[in-house]
């Protein structure tokens, strides 16, 4: 199973449309976005996949980002969450929070970590814990050309080397 990674997407809504491009190229249903969607129609950009989310510190309208993620069918998990894919748990947060991030890293209580908040791309271990940040694509401060998401492959080994970051 492969998953598309995602974060600090900030109503970039062209930006999303090609990220979902990308996407469904690479055959992706299920996208874990790991904060900073902003708006309500950024949200609805990504109705045509299976989608878990967690709210970063620019989603200041919660409550409706949350109204319409259930109506979708999406899986709003807050400010942080735990899902379990291919019998790998894996934590996402924003990020923000250093030290909690630090916190939940150091725990090793995870076969992945999904992060986002500082708009650069990472894959790397700490410890057996695999710590993705996909990047970013605020339309304001991110230059077009750093603009990138992830995917990773649930079926391969869990390696930095398996993390395919795509640019936008």
Known sequence: MKVGIISDTHS??????????????????VILHCGDITSEDALREFRDFKLYFVFGNIDVNRKELEKISTEIGFHCLKEEGVIILDKRRIALIHGDNKKRLLEIIEQQEFDIILTGHTHKKEAYFFGKTLVINPGA????????ENRTIAVLDLDKALTAENVSFFSI
């Open 12 to 29: 970039n809504i062209a930006s999303i449309k090609k990220a979902c491009k990308i996407f469904n190229e690479q055959n992706i249903n």
């Open 137 to 144: 694509h605020n339309p304001i401060n991110t230059l077009r």
